[in-house]
């Protein structure tokens, strides 16, 4: 096998994989850095510029994973693209508001290249995509050749899988992002197990160790005290959340934590791209149950719009739990404009609940938290920090430990290291190369062929 990592700035961001097995040549995800502008943003295509691949696969529909698809898939129109069926609905939804949010920046930063594709792409790609079950192999074959693809679940957000490929008598497996454990709305990753030749593998959370009794049930707990505390000193709780499955795990925690008296039940205010998603998860859970969410939950919850009249420093007189978009709080988000309202009063509490880019507003806010006053860069607004502000570990991602357990029993003859910054990756490779010396162990170098 030879492989190549488009992403051309390596670490997270642009995820793009291509890989020769025999014959046939096959591109793993097609993403966009969310840090970086116009075609900087994309993978580094150009390898490939001359190559006309046999298949596409989408692992999930983060867009870090999925933002380049339309480009990728337009340049290779007779290939079909893979993916689980969750992803036949949410990849379309997720890249028509991400053509939403390029002409946007493009207005802001003058990027004339911007949107990177447009509706009509997205049109042509949705009739490429092929549906294909977990655990449910299929085979594609070409000239003599063949190869055979298996979906397995992995449980980072709905949708989401590790692809296993067979080919003369290799098993070849791309983990994907990765979740071990249950989420509320999501069962936990069912990988591939055996004999495993090569196993490439996401390195996120392979920079810091879990704190010891630390677990997503303790964080949970801890999370619904902290709303508890916040609502009971009549404050408003905001938490800034991913709108693709953060959102919709958040609404089911906060259900079953007022069933059960653990919160009052106060008033619940949602925004943002998220809210869309919650009708492509009810959908999804009617017709394949792969996902436990219904519009029931969401009517007895009565979630309610936000008020179109905040302003900076001006607390909301509307008191409630504010779930909104986005996670990071990014700048022009409901988040971002929340948390501007709450921040100087100390009644309100901020609750993030997963990771949070230190470049980004969200990242800023919880590294200067303790410096007395924050900068709305784009409300052109300096805010006391007053109201509490915390930080919990739902991150969908298994930690390190659990990924390099997974390795090892996999026995693999190559590992190659993916979807991290260096230092994570550092540490799997030195952890690896201690636990299992017969492997070889690749991190590696973007835009480079390696022969695996």
């Known amino acids: 096998m030879k492989l190549t990592d488009l992403n051309r700035l390596g670490g997270i961001g642009a995820n793009s994989t291509y890989v020769q097995i025999g014959s046939f040549n096959i591109l793993i995800d097609a993403g966009l850095n969310p840090k970086e502008l116009g075609y ?21 529909c983060h867009l870090d994973h999925l933002g380049s698809l339309p480009v990728a898939s337009a340049h290779n129109p007779e290939a079909p693209v893979i993916t689980s069926v969750p992803n036949i609905e949410l990849a379309p939804r997720m890249l028509r508001n991400s053509i939403n ?16 594709f447009l509706h009509r792409d997205v049109v042509e790609l949705s009739k490429r995509l092929v549906a294909q079950r977990y655990e449910r192999g299929e085979i594609y074959t070409k000239g003599d050749d063949k190869i055979e693809v298996i979906l397995h679940s992995s449980g980072h957000v709905a949708g989401a899988a590790s692809v296993e490929i067979i ?31 090569t196993l490439i593998l996401e390195t996120t959370r392979g920079a810091k160790a879990r704190a010891e009794g ?7 707990d801890r999370l619904i005290e902290q709303i508890d505390t916040i609502l009971q000193r009549g404050g408003s709780c905001l938490i800034p959340v991913f709108a693709l499955g953060r959102m919709q795990e958040l609404f089911k925690i906060i259900y079953e934590a007022r069933n059960s008296n653990r919160i009052p039940k106060t008033p619940i205010y949602a925004a943002g791209l998220g809210m869309d998603i919650c009708n492509y998860f009810h959908k999804i859970h009617e017709r394949t149950k792969l ?21 900076p420093g001006r ?4 008191k409630g739990i504010y779930i909104v978009s986005s996670g990071m709080m990014v700048q022009h988000t409901p988040s971002y404009k929340v948390a501007a309202s709450l921040l100087p009063h100390a009644d309100n509490g901020l609750c993030f609940v997963g990771y949070c880019d230190g470049d980004t507003p969200g990242g800023k806010l919880l590294a200067e938290k303790d410096t007395g006053s924050f900068f709305f860069e784009t409300l052109d607004y300096l805010a006391p920090i007053r ?8 991150s969908g991602h298994a930690d390190r430990d659990e990924l390099s357990n997974y390795a090892i029993q996999s026995q693999a003859r190559s590992i190659v290291l993916t979807h991290g910054d260096p230092d994570a990756r550092a540490w799997f490779e030195e952890t690896l ?14 835009l480079v062929e390696y022969t695996v």
């Open 291 to 311: 996902i436990d969410f219904s519009f029931k939950m969401m009517e007895k919850l009565n979630v309610r719009a936000l008020d179109p009249n905040m302003r």
């Open 433 to 446: 190369n201690e636990r299992m010396p017969n492997s070889t162990v690749l991190d590696p170098e973007p």
């Open 40 to 60: 900087q943003a994309m993978p580094d295509f150009a390898p490939i510029e001359d190559v006309e691949m046999d298949l596409i696969i989408l692992t999930h």
């Open 214 to 220: 630390v677990s997503r049930k303790s964080e949970v």
């Open 167 to 197: 080919h003369a008598g290799r098993r070849i497996v791309f983990s994907g992002d990765v979740l071990f454990e249950n989420q509320r709305t999501l069962p936990g990753a069912k990988l591939p197990t055996g004999d495993i030749d």
């Open 101 to 116: 949010v390029m002409k946007r920046q493009r207005e802001e930063h003058g990027i004339s290249d911007y949107p990177l």
């Open 315 to 318: 607390d909301l007189p509307r």
């Open 387 to 394: 109201a509490s502000i915390d930080r919990f570990d739902l």
